[in-house]
Every structure is written in structure tokens, then in C-alpha cells.
């Protein structure tokens, strides 16, 4: 026989010369995986400052009461899809708000750090000295949160288009994915309005992404490790279903989030990450430039 075909290790032999056949490229694609609050759109952290100031409340109070309700506080719930955005919720999480011995080593720190004097000193004072935690509305603070969070911020969604862009181009080279903690708003509240100009914005902003991993849905939230596992699998899947390969690990994975926590779990799992920082988030899009060797700040070219 002048020609034999060796399926197994994909040769041909014709006439005594062993030809490889060519195979799909083994380069894996650029995955990156995003957060959106404060990262693809502008910080709702940004909206919790802001009601501080307004109501002389001790800068860092409110992210304070939310975190160390963890896991099981009313915001996590929230994020989880275990409870409804109703008036429930915001019960609860006023209570949250108003808990007594959170505000009181809470408000310990705060005098420490203002007056410069020892945690030990600051909280002699504040076991017989403490005023009452704050009335925070619930409500009104939780809709100034997600107003602010309905605006593209103005370094990194320009940014993510162009990602889209060079993805589509050229298939295979850029995965873009997304993780983010969030909550269902209630049905007939005007953020559902696909046909508005404001709900038609946001749908076309997930329209970048090849995966989106949302918290509310999947009953998962960061940074609890399970959500990162789940988002690497969706990744896999993707890729794979694209013929892209099928080994895609956590060390594949750029990770772009604005809290220290988030991409502490993510770092700890084996993903580069990249922190993006109120009001420097031009930082992490030169960072993705790095990466992709793609120009993508508006009117700066590559360096």
C-alpha cells in the first residue's frame, strides 16, 4: 500500500514519508473577567460616601455594617436571591444598619483613627460614651446606590467595547466575562424597562460579555469561593463549546474587581487580578493594554 492514514496520532504516510496533519492552534484565548460595579459602570461606594456626608455620619460606617453582617446580613441575602428587594428587606436592613455592638467597636476605631489615640484608649471611651448608631434610610440609600450605578463609567465601558470588538475580530484570542454581586429589582420598577433609553444601555453593556455570572441568579456571591468555581466552569464551557480548547484554569483568568476582598478570594485561587480604584479606574484599563497589547483608552495611544 503507497498510503496509510494513522488516526490516532493524526499522520499520513505517503510512500514512506510520515506527513503531519495540521491541528487547531494550542494558544489558549485572553480571558477576562469582570466586575461591573465600579468597574464597567460607576461605584455605587460613590453614592454611600456622598449620603454620609450628608448626614455627618463617620466616613466608612455603612460598608462597615454591610461586611460584618457577613454572611448571613440582609445585603447578602439580597445578593444570594434569597430574599426579595421589598419592604422586608429594607426592615432587615436597617436593622443591620442600627446593630448596637457593630456600631460600637465600629465607632471605637473611628475615634482611634481621629484622635490618634489607642484602640484600647478609644474603646474605654466608647463602653461608657457612645452615641446612638446613626438613622440611616434604608430605602432612600439603596436607590441612590443603584442610581449611581446605572451610568457607564467613562474609562472602562469605552474600553470593554473595544474589547468586544478585537474579540469578535479575531474568535479565539479574548474571552470577556462577568461576575458581579447583584440584586432583582421588583417587577414593574422602571431599571426592568428594556424599551427605555436607561434599560436599553444596560442590555446592550451585557451584550459584551461572552459569560455573565450574576449573583442574584445563581445563589452565589462574592467573595465566597464557590462563585468564582461556578464562573470558572460557565468559562470552560464556553470556550470549549467555541472549539477553543477545554483545560481553561483559574490561572487563565485576569480578574477585574474594585473590592480588596473580591479579588483576594480570586488571587488566592490562582487568577491574576487587577484592582480597580475610585476615580483611578484609567489605571486598569492601562493595565488591560498591558495585557492585550490592544490600544483602548479614548484618545491615548498605546504605549
Same mark, same amino acid.
Given at each position: ?246 483545560? !481553561? ?13 473580591? =479579588? +483576594?478570594? #480570586? @488571587? *488566592? ?11 483611578? !479606574? ?13 490600544? =483602548? +483608552?479614548? #484618545? @491615548? *495611544?498605546?504605549?
Amino acid at each position: 500500500m503507497s498510503s496509510v492514514w494513522h488516526k490516532s496520532n493524526k499522520t499520513f504516510v505517503l510512500f514512506g514519508t510520515v506527513l503531519q496533519m495540521p491541528t487547531k492552534s494550542s494558544k489558549k484565548p485572553v480571558i477576562l473577567l469582570f466586575d461591573i460595579g465600579g468597574v464597567c459602570v460607576a461605584s455605587p461606594f460613590q453614592a454611600i460616601i456622598e449620603y454620609e456626608k450628608s448626614l455627618s455620619i463617620p466616613n466608612g460606617w455603612i460598608n462597615y455594617a454591610i461586611s460584618a453582617a457577613s454572611p448571613n446580613g440582609a445585603w447578602q441575602k439580597l445578593e444570594r436571591g434569597e430574599i426579595a428587594l421589598d419592604a422586608s428587606f429594607f426592615t432587615a436592613w436597617n436593622a443591620d444598619l442600627q446593630h448596637q455592638q457593630r456600631w460600637r467597636i465600629f465607632y471605637a476605631r473611628h475615634l482611634a483613627a481621629t484622635r490618634k489615640e489607642s484602640f484600647a484608649q478609644a474603646a474605654e471611651e466608647a463602653a461608657f460614651d457612645v452615641p446612638p448608631p446613626p438613622a440611616i434610610d434604608s430605602e432612600t440609600l439603596y436607590w441612590n446606590m443603584m442610581t449611581y450605578s446605572r451610568t457607564m463609567d467613562p474609562d472602562m465601558y469605552p474600553a470593554l467595547q473595544k474589547l468586544r470588538k478585537a474579540a469578535d475580530a479575531n474568535p479565539g484570542s479574548l474571552v470577556i466575562g462577568a461576575m458581579s454581586n447583584t440584586s432583582i429589582f421588583p417587577d414593574g420598577h422602571p431599571f426592568n424597562d428594556t424599551e427605555s433609553a436607561d434599560g436599553r444601555k444596560h442590555a446592550e453593556m451585557k451584550l459584551n460579555f461572552d459569560v455573565f455570572v450574576s449573583s442574584a441568579h445563581s445563589g452565589l456571591r462574592k467573595p465566597d469561593e464557590p462563585i468564582y468555581k461556578y464562573t470558572l466552569e460557565e468559562l470552560r464551557k464556553f470556550v470549549k463549546q467555541k472549539g477553543w480548547g477545554d483545560d !481553561v484554569q483559574m490561572s487563565d483568568v485576569v480578574f477585574l474587581d474594585d473590592i480588596g476582598s473580591n =479579588l +483576594r478570594t #480570586g @488571587k *488566592a485561587l490562582g487568577m491574576r487580578t487587577i484592582k480597580v480604584n475610585l476615580g483611578r !479606574v484609567g489605571e486598569a484599563v492601562a493595565e488591560l493594554e498591558s495585557i492585550t497589547s490592544l490600544s =483602548l +483608552r479614548e #484618545g @491615548k *495611544a498605546k504605549l
